[in-house]
């Protein structure tokens, strides 16, 4: 089997929390370009992950000239767009880390240059790949939840605001814990309603906590002047079919409801949610029934053998989109409507006026 020549431009937190942790282990991956504003990051990320004669980058546009299958971009979400574009431009696979864009403008030509240069866009939503969300998505695609006509896409910590790299600043990722944590909330609730035809949205962003000094935060304590985002915000979507969808997002919320990266849906034959592991509740011999599926352990529909986490998942899937073209699970079109429902939700609450889509 052989391995694809793969580059990463951005070797920040999650490049090396995710992303190259999990290239390594799936052996999958030759990686010899490094590339960062920041020389050092890359050198460091090189010699834990690199082969002996890969290459350091501080400028993008030199590492794509390289003999490279796939281009990682890990960087702030304000270049994901343009190195994306420019990589497959470059003739060269993509891997993009989510949000896919900072605005549907961005995430459009995304998806019309895969499109018009036959490269893969595959963006990093691994919250798909958990054991949890296939068996979830099972049940929907064999139609046992019946209609889906209510969601919630969960994202809210309690005190868990991010305060390293550029996570605070609007300039560089566009938002808060909307476009950060809400997007794979978002994303999963989507997927397993498989319907991305949205009528309207409006939305409320809240910066009530962030000037706060006594702050009893996970990560320590943050900057209030550098805290140029929400630190919550909250989303209603109503579907081209009817049903609605709520969205919650948050870093800080003086709250002892904590979700992150989960959904739960009610449909006409039963409902399902991640509040505490997987829980499918119905009515059955007209008793009402929850029922908690054993997953752990498991294997997932396209790998078997020993257990792995999503990001293994997501990386063992990538490799054989492009290098024995398999179907992706994450579809380019399906992340751009991802990024226009929360593109929406800022619009909303800054216009206090309900967007309405084509």
Not at 95 to 106: D, G, I, L, S, V
Not at 284 to 304: M, T
Request: some cysteine.
């Amino acid at each position: 089997m052989r391995k694809l020549k793969a580059g990463i431009v951005g070797c920040g937190g999650i490049a090396n929390g995710k992303h190259l942790p999990a290239m390594k282990k799936s052996g999958l991956y030759e990686i010899v370009a490094f590339c960062d504003i920041i020389r050092e990051r890359a050198e460091k990320a090189k010699k834990e992950y690199g082969t002996e004669d890969a290459k350091v980058f501080e400028d993008y546009q030199e590492l794509i000239k390289e003999d490279l299958d796939v281009v990682y971009v890990t960087t702030p979400n304000r270049s994901h767009a343009e190195i994306s574009i420019a990589a497959m431009e470059a003739g060269k696979d993509v891997m993009c880390e989510k949000p896919m864009a900072k605005n549907y403008a961005e995430a459009q030509k995304m998806v019309e240059t895969s499109e018009k240069t036959g490269r893969i866009l595959n963006i990093g939503y691994q919250n798909r790949y958990r054991p949890d969300s296939l068996f979830l998505k099972e049940m929907c695609k064999a139609d046992e939840l019946g209609e889906i006509y209510f969601a919630k896409a969960h994202a809210l910590r309690r005190r868990a605001v991010p305060t390293w790299g550029v996570f605070l600043n609007e300039e560089e990722q566009g938002g808060g814990p909307l476009i950060d944590i809400g997007t794979h909330a978002l994303d999963l609730t989507l997927w397993m309603m498989d319907n991305y035809e949205v009528e309207s949205v409006t939305g409320q962003t809240f910066r009530k906590l962030a000037d706060q000094t006594n702050q009893g935060n996970d990560f320590g304590d943050w900057d209030p002047k550098e805290f140029s985002v929400e630190d919550s915000a909250f989303g209603f979507i109503r579907m081209k079919n009817g049903a609605v969808i709520e969205l919650e997002a948050a870093w800080a919320l003086n709250t002892l409801e904590v979700d992150e990266a989960k959904t739960s849906l009610c449909g006409t034959k039963a409902g399902a949610d991640m509040k505490d592991g997987l829980r499918i509740n119905y009515i059955h011999h007209n008793k009402q029934v929850v029922e908690k599926p054993a997953l752990s352990g498991e294997g997932v529909a396209f790998f078997s053998g020993e257990e792995k986490e999503a990001p293994d998942y997501e990386q063992e899937l990538f490799y054989h989109i492009v290098a024995d073209g398999a179907e992706q699970i994450v579809k380019p079109a399906q992340a751009a409507v991802v990024t226009r429902v929360l593109e929406a939700i800022y619009e909303s609450a800054k216009s206090g006026k309900t967007i309405y889509f084509d």
